[in-house]
């Protein structure tokens, strides 16, 4: 169905590391600077959308062999189960707290619950969005 | 006292574990297990008989809504204690029946006994709850629980039919009751009962008083099957029969007559009430013998008889309500006896109807056909039976030695006075309820001699019965002994049954003539040569010469043929409606999408629009717009044209190009807008959805043109351009109203309180997590719903095997 | 600026239910996004128009712009994405299995 787009393909093969380490920096600067889960998890699944733009879904998927729907599902439990740990301390369901740690290397470092939260909507979104890319894509 | 409350959720409890008990113990008969149910509420209940017979009552509540004035709250008091006796006592025996009647092969006796106890509890609810609407709930119980009973044999049209039927009206005329209930409860301030009827005289005068009353009565005659409402009760007899003893003769269907009594004391000594409970009651008694005489069936003419009984309870209750008109007062006492007389009436037609019942049902189970006109000559065969079916109806038909002849008496001495009663006109029509009752009572001895010599006397025919007719078994044959034993002990003994049961129940229903001289009659079988006996002499002498001349007066029926019935009517009425209701319902739901979306969006357009505008609200008020600079003019112009120009390109491709140009423009105003968030987040989902697009253009026709008539596309622009409008409008008031502080500030304080600097990522993660977490949910859903709409596929023809 | 954002947003809307009203299945979903784009124009602009900085806490600005609706226009995003892509797998999957793209000839009376 696709022409051997090699341009696209080499092109896409660095561009697509850009995305995911872009992804994954907004994904984590969300706190303080624009980004957050939400844009973190698209931003990531727009570079997998990308390598089945250039590579058809068959390599692709031989290439990163993963369920997408575990994903998905993965990450919709990694945010219910985080918002309930808040219950364990007697918090309402969902709260959040944060704390900051001076570790060695990294200095003054923060860590708050709300970022496994965020890792669950990101994780959530990234499997849903390409759960439904491929979905469509696949069936010909 | 919580043990009432307990007692009314015992048998509802056990309806559920029925089935599970059926599962693990298969060998059993379930109505052994069943029968202890009813045996421990009699014994219960019987042994409240010493505290309610010294005139106390037991009351108790547990509050359920608060808010509402919604509790469950019990009240046992002399005329409930009578209903929970025959709930209970009834029920036991017919327990005890139903284990000889049905087979444990044949039938589901799980389902059965389930439904069956959970009427008892419900029934128990009706007649000891206090409170208005969970009388409600337990009286729209007691009419379910009937329709799961009468559709038992669900295979059958007839009984499918016949469950419905009862279903609606007792249904429906639950509801007006609700509404009358909801009436009360606006005039009183309570759901209370008793509250209410002490509070009888400052709400008289209320404008919903009556209409309340009626509403009321609406319930009490559909339940009690009074005339026009009486066509369910023939057909629910598609019931099993230990189903129609219980519930269609002895318990269920004088709920009505019950709720009547229980209402006494607040609506009596209305004209209104006095008139519609006695004349509907009069008449369902002479409507029902009448046509009693003409059914072939037993089971009908039982029914119609019950019809008739009920009526003649019914009517009681009425001519007593005159007692209360005025006040109680010694001159008025004398009408306090019809209510005796109805209470009275309504003991013994349990006992003797639940017996001629439970003959009937041994006679179609040892015969197999329950036709009159097939039957004949059982006398030998079933002697046992036969001498049942003699007390039973000659019970009903007012003989002595049987309990039925004095209450009968009494019936006859209430409508005599009733006919000297100087209140509600009732000096120029007052003749008419002593000729009513008279020629009502001659039809009810003509079909009560009709159920024992047609069944038992004239030639046998064997030729003409499906089985060899044998003598019941002595299970079967106890329950209606018993009931028979009871029908010869209160004829001599009735005074035994006053002084417990019948004198506290009066109190209750009319506490104003408390402890009056006379209040509580002796009854005796014997008076004197007076107008009531020579009235019954006049019935069993008219009645025994019309029997014989059966045939030849039998055409007077031909005046009411079957196509005119009000069974008909209801058929018809039924037909209609469903038939309307679908041609109404074809008219709009078209099954077209942009149909519907016309009636959303016209209906939105009429109520939000018609409420700016009448309200007045449209406020334009542009002094705080901030600037407008030369880049944001340029965008708003390009996303401009772009909008319009989807709507005039050639290909779906140009068209979602330009959705795209669209998106992307949002994502550079969110910039300039200050909302890097946004921006990010629409650019990359923007670039999703058109790869979305085109992926699906891939397995998709080119669209194909619009319909350009004018007829088509003018109603589409003036609805386009009207919903543009209204947004406009909306949006302009909202920012030119401002009525309320802004929350927003408080999230500015999102570093203290949760940690981040990045005000809008700490809301969607940490003040409004909860919306988060359920998007996150509902993108899950969506994805879920992608896959499987794409990828499972029924197998051929599967649809086709769904549909079976 | 807001009135003319909010014309602009009046003229989408109108677009918008235009395009709801057609025949052709790929017109509604298009404008179905096109009202979703249409609405997020108008929380926006519900929240007042360039009233301050970018709502991230730091020390240059005192004043921000309001949070709320930008939070609230992440999440009608996502959600409008999901229900876009839901419509297209929808509209797909009834192609495959009716043959049509035409609303007109889609209603049945089959099933009902």
């Keep these: 169905m696709r022409e051997n787009d090699l341009i696209l393909q080499t092109v896409s093969k660095v561009a697509v590391f850009i995305i995911l380490t872009f992804g994954v920096y907004l994904f984590l600067s969300g706190h303080h600077n624009p980004g957050g889960g939400f844009i973190g998890g698209l931003t990531l699944s727009s570079a997998f959308v990308l390598l089945y733009l250039a590579f058809d879904v068959e390599s692709v998927n031989a290439g990163i062999p993963l369920n997408y729907k575990m994903v998905a599902a993965i990450g919709v439990l990694i945010a219910i189960f985080t918002g309930m740990g808040s219950l364990l301390f007697g918090r309402a369901f969902l709260s959040q707290s944060s704390a900051y740690f001076n570790l060695p290397v990294f200095g003054k470092t923060g860590f708050a619950t709300v970022t496994l939260f965020e890792s669950g909507i990101a994780l959530g979104v990234v499997g849903v969005v390409i759960t439904i890319m491929i979905s469509i894509s696949e069936d010909v | 006292m919580i043990s009432i409350h307990a007692f009314i959720l015992i048998p509802i409890l056990t309806a559920f574990l029925i089935p599970f008990i059926g599962k693990q113990f298969p060998k059993w008969h379930l109505g052994w297990v069943t029968l202890a149910v009813p045996i421990l509420l009699f014994s219960f209940f019987v042994s409240k008989i010493p505290v309610i017979s010294a005139n106390r009552t037991i009351t108790g509540s547990i509050p359920w809504i608060r808010a509402l004035d919604l509790h469950f709250a019990v009240y046992l008091d002399g005329l409930s204690l009578i209903f929970t006796l025959l709930i209970a006592g009834v029920g036991s025996l017919v327990v005890l029946y139903s284990i000889f009647y049905l087979s444990k092969e044949k039938e589901s006796l799980s389902h059965f006994y389930a439904y069956l106890l959970l009427f008892m509890g419900a029934m128990l609810g009706v007649v000891l709850s206090d409170n208005l609407m969970v009388l409600y709930l337990f009286w729209e119980l007691t009419s379910i629980s009937s329709f799961l009973l009468i559709a038992f044999w669900f295979h059958r049209k007839k009984s499918r039919y016949g469950a419905q039927k009862s279903f609606l009206i007792t249904v429906g005329g639950g509801i007006a009751m609700l509404v009358g209930f909801i009436m009360l409860q606006v005039m009183t301030a309570t759901n209370s009962v008793q509250e209410i009827i002490a509070m009888r005289d400052s709400i008289q005068d209320h404008e919903l008083f009556v209409p309340a009353l009626v509403l009321i009565l609406l319930g009490a005659f559909t339940k009690s099957a009074q005339f026009p409402f009486h066509i369910w009760l023939p057909d629910a007899m598609e019931a099993p029969t230990p189903v129609s003893a219980y519930l269609h003769s002895a318990t269920m269907v004088k709920a009505g007559l019950f709720l009547v009594a229980r209402f006494t004391p607040v609506f009596g000594g209305e004209a209104t009430w006095f008139w519609l409970v006695s004349g509907v009651g009069i008449f369902t008694m002479f409507w029902g013998s009448f046509t009693a005489v003409r059914q072939n069936d037993l089971k009908a003419l039982l029914a119609y008889s019950t019809i008739s009984q009920l009526g003649l309870m019914m009517s009681l209750f009425g001519l007593g309500s005159a007692a209360l008109q005025g006040g109680a007062s010694i001159d008025s006492i004398i009408y306090t006896q019809a209510i005796f007389a109805a209470l009275f009436h309504l003991v013994n037609h349990a006992t003797f109807k639940g017996a001629l019942f439970m003959v009937v049902g041994i006679v179609d189970h040892g015969v197999g056909t329950r036709d009159v006109r097939k039957l004949g000559g059982l006398l030998s065969l079933m002697p046992i039976t036969f001498t049942l079916s003699v007390i039973g109806s000659f019970s009903m038909a007012g003989l002595p030695p049987f309990n039925g002849f004095l209450s009968k008496e009494m019936f006859f001495t209430a409508v005599l006075n009733a006919h000297e009663m100087s209140m509600f006109s009732m000096d120029t029509w007052g003749l008419l309820f002593p000729v009513i009752a008279w020629i009502g009572s001659i039809f009810t001895f003509i079909y009560s001699m009709f159920i024992v010599f047609r069944t038992f006397l004239r030639p046998y025919r064997r030729e003409r019965l499906e089985k060899d007719p044998h003598e019941a078994s002595i299970g079967m044959l106890l329950s209606p002994i018993i009931l028979c034993t009871f029908v010869?002990?209160?004829?001599?003994?009735?005074?035994?049954?006053?002084?417990?049961?019948?004198?506290?129940?009066?109190?209750?229903?009319?506490?104003?003539?408390?402890?009056?001289?006379?209040?509580?009659?002796?009854?005796?079988?014997?008076?004197?040569?007076?107008?009531?006996?020579?009235?019954?002499?006049?019935?069993?002498?008219?009645?025994?010469?019309?029997?014989?001349?059966?045939?030849?007066?039998?055409?007077?029926?031909?005046?009411?043929?079957?196509?005119?019935?009000?069974?008909?009517?209801?058929?018809?009425?039924?037909?209609?409606?469903?038939?309307?209701?679908?041609?109404?319902?074809?008219?709009?739901?078209?099954?077209?999408?942009?149909?519907?979306?016309?009636?959303?969006?016209?209906?939105?357009?009429?109520?939000?629009?018609?409420?700016?505008?009448?309200?007045?609200?449209?406020?334009?008020?542009p002094s705080n717009d901030a600037p407008v600079s030369l880049y944001e003019a340029i965008f708003v112009g390009i996303m401009g044209i772009t909008a319009v120009g989807i709507l005039f390109a050639k290909s779906r491709m140009t068209a979602t190009l330009l959705n795209g140009v669209l998106g992307y423009s949002i994502a550079v105003f969110f910039v300039l807008f200050k909302a890097p968030d946004l921006a990010l987040t629409q650019l990359v989902v923007e670039t999703v959805t058109t790869v979305l697009f085109l992926l699906c253009f891939y397995h998709l026709p080119e669209w194909s043109k619009e319909d350009r008539s004018w007829k088509v596309r003018f109603p589409k622009i003036i609805l386009s351009i009207g919903m543009g409008a209204l947004t406009v409008l909306i949006a302009l008031s909202v920012q030119g109203n401002n009525l309320f502080e802004s929350i927003s500030s408080y999230f500015e304080d999102s570093y203290e309180l949760a940690g981040g600097r990045n005000i809008v990522n700490t809301i969607l993660g940490d003040f409004r997590a909860f919306d988060t977490m359920l998007e996150v949910v509902v993108l899950f859903i969506a994805g879920i719903g992608v896959y499987t709409l794409v990828k499972l596929k029924a197998p051929q023809g599967g649809d086709k095997i769904e549909r079976k | 600026m807001e009135t003319v954002i909010t014309l602009l947003v009046g003229l989408l809307v109108s677009v918008a239910t235009y395009l709801l009203l057609s025949k052709n299945v790929i017109r509604v979903v298009l404008g179905s996004a096109i009202l979703s784009h249409a609405i997020h124009l108008l929380l926006i602009t519900m929240g007042g128009l360039k009233k301050g900085g970018v709502p991230i806490l730091g020390d240059k600005v005192e004043t921000y712009v309001d949070a709320l609706p930008q939070a609230l226009i992440l999440t009608a995003i996502v959600i409008s994405f999901a229900v876009t892509s839901f419509f297209l797998a929808l509209m797909y999957r009834t192609y495959q299995s009716i043959g049509t793209d035409n609303l007109h000839e889609m209603r049945g009376t089959n099933d009902e």
């Design chain 2, 488 to 621: 010869i002990l209160l004829f001599f003994f009735p005074n035994l049954l006053s002084k417990y049961l019948l004198a506290p129940a009066m109190n209750g229903i009319l506490p104003t003539y408390q402890n009056m001289e006379g209040f509580i009659p002796k009854i005796s079988a014997w008076h004197g040569f007076n107008l009531e006996l020579l009235m019954t002499a006049g019935v069993v002498i008219l009645g025994i010469i019309l029997m014989n001349t059966y045939r030849f007066w039998n055409v007077i029926y031909d005046l009411f043929p079957e196509k005119r019935s009000l069974d008909r009517g209801y058929q018809w009425l039924l037909a209609a409606s469903e038939s309307g209701s679908k041609k109404a319902t074809d008219h709009y739901m078209t099954g077209f999408l942009p149909n519907y979306l016309y009636y959303i969006f016209g209906f939105l357009l009429l109520t939000v629009g018609g409420t700016l505008f009448l309200s007045g609200s449209i406020v334009f008020d």
